[in-house]
């Protein structure tokens, strides 16, 4: 339950005093119950949304005694002072320039899906691209939540012949590519243009002549580390016993440490699949779980009082540095649509590794080039949200993202314009100081 006090607030602003008056306790998400229709809604970050005595919240803390203080809420101490519009205008360009990365690529092959990497060099044909290692089974559950964040070129790369899984997929999803050949074979890892790729995605697959399904997984994650140290790279695990394959390894007395406290897992290059075993074995202790986990991962969007879209944001370079993030977290909550942070990827702490910590301390620093996990996006990037169906939503979806996609490129193309009449402008001057300096030499000739 929630407090009198909170009881009329809107959720953006229950976010916001619970956040800063426990100390970042995180409210993501709430539970209404319809008592026309006797039923219940699980809502993430429906911002304007306002409470009521029977709603229950859904909150990250420490501990359920710390959750249970929203109970008896009252505030204490002062909100933060008014955002700047300069910096809610950065955040909300980082939203946009995050937009236009998850979606830039380079495919020279658009009549051409299928491609064998054994003998075919792909370097300067794909650029921007997702490349999987996997199998169409596990590429089809993949796929499905690609697309509701990106429109990248995916590539599965697999040393089988594509079966009728892969069929049904490529005439279901555009821009997705079958690779046939090995990420063992470290010529077939270049020629897949691993050097000019978004990322790298290594899924379990069941091989006869392999050990585990993990053990081609920690393989290849070291090929990729060794030679291509620069590329993104998240392998999932069954076990996660084989993260100490992988690399990274903590040293000495750290070795005792639990394995989701291993550098690998907390960097985000490591993902296990046991995780989500022991999250849905919680739902025997919380049965309220059950409906914020499939709202969590249903890919749209079905009630318009949202902003639930994930997203990830860089940490814009006019930002200060050493700034708290929860200087950072009041900010994008004043956005036009608020924007919860979730978690912090950190580039700037005492590591080798990124490091990503979900819902940091208030006080922790961050710095220009980290990056901020993020629920919900500005208004101006997800568009309206009065919508009265899933088939207008889709369609206004598509609509506003081909207008972002037309605003960038006008942009881009102003900027260069610009550019161009700076160069031409340089020339011409510097076309006058040489006329200048010939009219001198012959004057000086004369003379002579």
């Known amino acids: 339950g929630i407090s ?3 009881v009329g607030k809107n959720f953006s602003t229950l976010v916001k005093l619970v956040y800063f008056e426990l100390k970042g306790v995180l409210v993501i998400g709430t539970k209404i119950t319809h008592k026309k229709k006797n039923k219940s809604l ?7 949304y306002v409470l009521a005595k029977s709603d229950k919240l859904f909150v990250i803390a420490n501990d359920q005694a ?3 203080l929203i109970e008896n809420f009252v505030p204490k101490c002062k909100p933060f002072a008014e955002s700047s519009s300069f910096r809610l205008e950065e955040l909300r360009k980082a939203f946009v320039d995050s ?3 998850i979606n830039s690529s380079l495919s020279e092959n658009e009549s051409k899906n299928y491609f064998e990497i054994w003998k075919e060099n792909l370097n300067g044909v794909f650029a921007g691209h997702v490349l999987v290692w996997g199998t169409p089974e596990n590429f089809a559950e993949l796929i499905e939540v690609v697309r509701a964040y990106s429109s990248k070129p995916v590539c599965l790369v697999c040393n089988q012949h594509p079966n009728y899984q892969w069929e049904k997929l490529k005439s279901t999803y555009s821009s997705i590519y079958y690779f046939k050949g090995s990420f063992l074979n470290l010529q077939e890892l270049y020629n897949s243009a691993i050097v000019d790729s978004y990322g790298v995605l290594v899924l379990p697959t069941s091989d006869k002549d392999a050990y585990s399904s993990d053990s081609n997984s920690a393989l290849i994650a070291r090929l990729v580390q060794n030679y291509f140290p620069k590329v ?3 392998v999932d695990l069954h ?11 903590p040293e000495g007395k750290f ?4 394995k989701f406290m291993w550098p690998k897992f907390l960097s985000g290059e490591c993902f296990f699949s046991s995780a989500l075993d022991s999250l849905v074995c919680q739902v025997f202790y919380n049965p309220n779980l059950t409906g914020f986990l499939e709202k969590l991962v249903d890919l749209s969007q079905k009630s318009n009082l949202e902003n639930s879209k994930i997203r990830s944001i860089e940490v814009p370079s006019t930002i200060p540095d050493g700034i708290s993030y929860s200087e950072l977290f009041d900010n994008l909550l004043e956005l036009d649509s608020s924007v919860i942070p979730l978690a912090l990827v950190s580039n700037s702490l005492d590591s080798f590794e990124q490091v990503v910590l979900t819902n940091p301390l208030p006080s922790t620093q ?3 080039g980290d990056y901020i996990l993020c629920i919900g996006e500005p208004l101006e990037i997800h568009g309206p949200s009065e919508t009265p169906s899933l088939e207008s939503q889709q369609s206004r979806n598509n609509e506003v993202q081909l207008l972002e996609s037309l605003k960038l490129k006008f942009e881009s193309y102003e900027k260069l314009q610009i550019e161009i009449q700076k160069r031409n402008k340089a020339l011409k001057n510097l076309q006058k100081a040489v006329q200048s300096l010939c009219e001198e030499y012959k004057e000086a000739l004369k003379h002579n």
């Open 4 to 6: 009198d006090y909170l």
């Open 42 to 48: 699980v809502l993430i970050n429906p911002g304007n």
């Open 66 to 68: 710390t959750a249970d």
């Open 99 to 101: 937009y236009y990365e």
């Open 232 to 234: 993104k790279l998240l």
């Open 239 to 249: 076990d996660e016993s084989y993260i100490k394959f992988i690399g990274g390894c």
């Open 255 to 258: 070795k005792q440490l639990p």
């Open 366 to 368: 961050v710095f220009p």
